[in-house]
C-alpha cells in the first residue's frame, strides 16, 4: 500500500486549497473500515492532527481549524480528501494523510502547504 498525497501549494491567506491522498494498492473493504486522518507539521514543531474521519463515518477536527477544513473520502477512489477554506498564515506546513487499519499504519510523503499573508 503507498499514499499519494498532492494539492498543496501557494495560497494567499483567506484562500482556499484543496488536498487529495490516493491509496495505492488498498482493497476496498479496507478503505472502508479505516480510520483516516490528515496531519500537519510546521518547521521546528511537532506533527499534529488537523482532521480524523473514523470508520464509523465520524468527523473530529483540530479547534484551529474547525468551521474552515472538512475531511471527505470517495471509497470508490480509495481517496481522502482535505478541503481547506478561509487559509491563515498559520495554517502553512507540511501536510500528511494517514491511515490507520488494525495494527497498520501508512503514510504519505506530505504535501507542501504555504500561505502569504
Known amino acids: 500500500v503507498q499514499l499519494q498525497a498532492s494539492g498543496g501549494g501557494l495560497v494567499q491567506a483567506g484562500g482556499s486549497l484543496q488536498l487529495s491522498c490516493k491509496a495505492s494498492g488498498m482493497i476496498l473493504s479496507t478503505f472502508i473500515t479505516s480510520r483516516l486522518g490528515w496531519y500537519r507539521q510546521a518547521p521546528g514543531k511537532q506533527r499534529d492532527l488537523v482532521a480524523e474521519l473514523t470508520s464509523g463515518g465520524f468527523s473530529n477536527y483540530q479547534d484551529s481549524v474547525k468551521g474552515r477544513f472538512t475531511i471527505s473520502k470517495n471509497n470508490a477512489k480509495r481517496t481522502v480528501y482535505l478541503q481547506m477554506n478561509s487559509l491563515e498564515p498559520d495554517d502553512a506546513a507540511i501536510y500528511y494523510c494517514?491511515?490507520?487499519?488494525?495494527?497498520?499504519?501508512?503514510w504519505g510523503q506530505g504535501t507542501l502547504v504555504t500561505v502569504s499573508s
Open positions: 494517514n491511515i490507520e487499519s488494525g495494527s497498520r499504519n501508512y
